[in-house]
């Protein structure tokens, strides 16, 4: 993958299905990895096929994950297996005259690879910059994590070198034998929206950050 141009997807993620909505650049890969708060890891065991949701954030050129040491799913993309990652965005749903072309809008990113684990300051740092992706200027606010916490925290990313990204935008796309049909069509958009700050302490004033949740809450 490069910056903007598209570059060739490997077998496994060139999109077949509907191919025109596939991109491989690492602009729409990163818009759509950016705007996520949650993915879903996909791995196999000796029980079967695990997809697990689970929070993460960009640095860089890899998605970054972190949890218990304790926990499966994280065990085990420590080992190096292969892992799939998704990340959704639901944009719309699509009415179309027919039912068979109602559809929905997305932006959707497939990735795939190893996780390698981060340790040390890099994993101190990295867990500094999940902080800030939930809010701009909160990791210098907070009491950073001590050497127990740390210690019983794994941090691991992915590089994002093996990736798709699907989006799809726009209205029905009806047979034209249906568009006469006396039926509505159109879009539905759906939005993940802020909602107004819930306060549990406040003894410094409202950070920069919540004032601007709540004005996005009010504008939305
Ligand atoms: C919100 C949402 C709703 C959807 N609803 C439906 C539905 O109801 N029915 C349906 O058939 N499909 C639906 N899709 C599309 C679906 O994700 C697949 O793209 C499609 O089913 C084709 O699957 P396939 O395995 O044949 O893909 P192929 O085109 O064979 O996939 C090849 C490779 O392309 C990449 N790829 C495929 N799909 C995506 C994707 N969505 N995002 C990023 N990379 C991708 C992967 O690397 C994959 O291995 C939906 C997608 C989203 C995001």
Redesign the pocket.
């Known amino acids: 993958m490069n910056s903007t141009e598209a570059s060739p997807p490997s077998a ?6 509907v191919a025109q909505r ?1 991109h491989y650049d690492r602009a729409t890969l990163y818009a759509i990895v950016d705007a996520a708060y949650v993915c879903h890891l996909a791995f196999a065991d000796e029980h079967g096929v695990h997809c697990i949701p689970t929070a993460c954030w960009r640095e860089g050129d890899h998605l970054y994950i972190h949890g218990s040491n304790g926990s499966r799913m994280l065990k085990l993309a420590a080992s190096g297996a292969q892992v799939c990652v998704t990340i ?1 965005h ?1 944009d719309g749903l699509v009415l179309a005259r027919s039912a068979f072309h109602h559809s ?1 809008n ?1 932006r ?3 990735m795939y690879g190893t996780f390698e684990a981060i340790d040390g300051e890099a994993k101190a740092a990295s867990l500094d910059a999940f902080v800030e992706r939930i809010a701009a200027g909160r990791s210098r606010e907070v009491r950073r994590g001590d050497a127990n916490e740390l210690a019983a925290t794994t941090v691991l990313r992915l590089a994002l070198d093996e990736a ?3 989006v799809r935008t726009g209205g029905p796309l009806d047979d034209d034998a249906d568009m006469a049909l006396p039926v509505w069509a159109g879009v539905l958009p759906l939005a993940l929206q802020p909602q107004a700050p819930v306060v549990d302490a406040a003894p410094a004033g409202t950070p920069g950050y919540v004032a601007e949740w709540l004005r996005a809450a009010r504008v939305g």
């Not at 496994?12 to 299905?17: D, G, I, N, S």
């Open positions: 496994r993620t060139r999109v077949r299905r596939g959704t639901l929905m997305y959707s990113a497939v798709a990204a699907k």
